[in-house]
């Protein structure tokens, strides 16, 4: 949808200066199109700076956004030459930082908390996309306090991820009963378990999820121990198999992530920790000491995960859409992702691998010039992966720059494997489903999209146009929970 004319002088408004919220920026610069880009962290890549300590599955090449990479040579950048895939931490300062220093635009330290048309409340329509739509911005005051002001916007581009929101420890969705009074204990999906020795070290530490999140802690924890007698883990996985956390092992292209998983396997094997499967959490009560237990039911049996100084909560994130509340949203109702995307990433018929190419039409919402892109796009599903949302910002500033054949023109093209989850024969595990839960369902139609007129479009992994084998993908795929029950910032990725 093009945003009003009347509105055209205003800045396009970017919530969030992480990866795909800068290449939005980048793209906006490159069409001339005035911009600013508001970062509710004290620095550029806040979340990502949060798991800073992660290396990434992704080669530098599928993480830099083209049109980016060419403001940023014109400044002298390179992009770095290893195929080593970067630490979050390295993402942030060889790529973003420069980034939002040939950008510019960016207002640090400025959290927009809602979003609403000027003088319209939601439920107002007639002459509504004529209003410009208006962000309330959270910003630190002179004196030390807060400021809160208004910004008017002909469009806004919500980039602001889901890190901020992980989901809790219950399986249901909900914290359990004393989950939220245990917060002392409760050290995050990915806590930089070597920056923070002493809280994990001759103590018992439980993590609980099934993907890339929980592997990366465990691992930590695991070299931990070998110099910290008395560290003991124990991780609890949903499911009744670990395997997918295993991933393809040396059949994996990205090196990094079969390592992870190859290790993950060898400590499981070795006996370097306690594997509780089939559990769902129930309750967290004191325990004594100073350590709390996590009650539940393993395979349906009551389990009491006792003794425990730290929990690692890894079960997935999920979109803040409070902040969105006042305007119009058509979200799907499970993955909270558009509507039209969500079947297109669910991750009961998706892996990364085989989400086709999206743009502007699948992102832009019934509110007239808002878009949600990136990591939220994906709302609850764990399936993104950066290059996805550099082509999405490509797309909706092209629709918004008014050259809607660009827009239109959606592209994606990754290797033709090894950038999703793989199974142990380095099969990907998209086709079966991003996490291999039981139980076959139908895919339904609208979960591919053959690309229209032959377009050589190529989506992730299959190298097919529209981005999946669609003969392959209408047969049957292995349903999973929509949080993937991967219980990571994504299955595929974290
Ligand atoms: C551990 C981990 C590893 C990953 N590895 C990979 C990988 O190898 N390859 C890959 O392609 N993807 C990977 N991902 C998935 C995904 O690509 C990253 O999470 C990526 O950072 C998402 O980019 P984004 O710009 O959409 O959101 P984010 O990076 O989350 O950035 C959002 C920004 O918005 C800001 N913000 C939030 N709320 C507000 C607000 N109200 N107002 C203003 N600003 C706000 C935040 O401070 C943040 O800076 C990984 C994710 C995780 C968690």
Request: glycine share 14%; charged share 20%; with cysteine.
């Amino acid at each position: 949808m093009t945003p009003p004319a009347a509105t055209d002088e205003l800045p396009v408004a970017v919530i969030g200066a992480g990866p795909v919220g800068l290449a939005a920026a980048a793209h906006l610069r490159d069409r001339g199109l005035p911009f600013v880009v508001l970062e509710a962290g004290p620095a550029v890549g806040a979340s990502v700076r949060g798991w800073g300590h992660v290396r990434t599955f992704t080669p530098w090449q599928y993480l830099v956004d083209p049109t980016a990479e060419r403001l940023l040579a014109a400044t002298g950048w390179q992009r770095p030459t290893t195929p080593v895939p970067p630490t979050g931490a390295e993402l942030v300062e060889h790529y973003l930082e420069p980034l939002a220093h040939a950008v510019g635009g960016v207002r640090l330290g400025a959290r927009v908390t809602a979003v609403t048309r000027d003088g319209y409340d939601k439920a107002r329509t007639v002459g509504r996309a004529e209003r410009p739509l208006v962000l309330r911005v959270t910003e630190r005051g002179t004196g030390g306090g807060e400021r809160t002001t208004e910004l008017r916007a002909r469009a806004v581009v919500d980039a602001s991820g889901t890190w901020t929101r992980p989901n809790p420890l219950g399986a249901s969705g909900l914290p359990v009963p004393g989950e939220r009074e245990a917060a002392a204990h409760m050290v995050g999906a990915l806590p930089d378990v070597a920056a923070q020795r002493e809280r994990f070290a001759g103590r018992r530490t439980l993590v609980v999820g099934a993907g890339h999140s929980a592997a990366n802690t465990l691992l930590a924890l695991a070299e931990l121990a070998g110099s910290a007698p008395g560290t003991e883990l124990v991780w609890a996985i949903r499911g009744s198999d670990p395997s997918r956390v295993y991933g393809g092992g040396d059949a994996d292209e990205l090196a990094a992530r079969g390592a992870l998983g190859t290790r993950l396997r060898a400590l499981v094997e070795s006996g370097g920790l306690r594997l509780v499967t089939g559990f769902a959490a129930t309750e967290v009560e004191p325990d004594g000491d100073g350590t709390v237990a996590v009650v539940g039911t393993a395979h349906g049996r009551p389990e009491r995960l006792g003794g425990l100084h730290a929990i690692a909560v890894a079960t997935g994130f999920r979109p803040d859409l409070d902040v969105l509340s006042e305007v119009r949203l058509d979200l799907d109702p499970g993955l909270e992702a558009p509507r039209r995307l969500a079947p297109l990433v669910d991750p009961a018929f998706h892996s990364c691998g085989t989400v086709p190419p999206h743009g502007h039409r699948d992102l832009e919402q019934p509110e007239p010039g808002l878009y949600v892109v990136g990591m939220k796009s994906y709302g609850r599903a764990p399936t993104f992966l950066v290059t996805t949302g550099n082509e999405q910002v490509r797309s909706v500033v092209a629709a918004l720059a008014g050259d809607l054949a660009a827009a239109d023109d959606v592209q994606l093209v990754l290797p033709e494997s090894g950038v999703c989850s793989t199974d142990a024969q380095g099969r990907d595990a998209g086709a079966g489903g991003c996490c291999g839960a039981p139980g076959a369902v139908e895919v339904p139609a609208e979960a591919h999209r053959p690309r229209p007129d032959g377009v050589p479009a190529q989506g992730f992994a299959t190298g097919v146009a529209g981005g999946g084998a669609v003969g392959a993908l209408t047969l049957v795929a292995a349903r999973s929970g929509t949080d993937g029950g991967c219980g990571t910032g994504g299955c595929c990725t974290s």
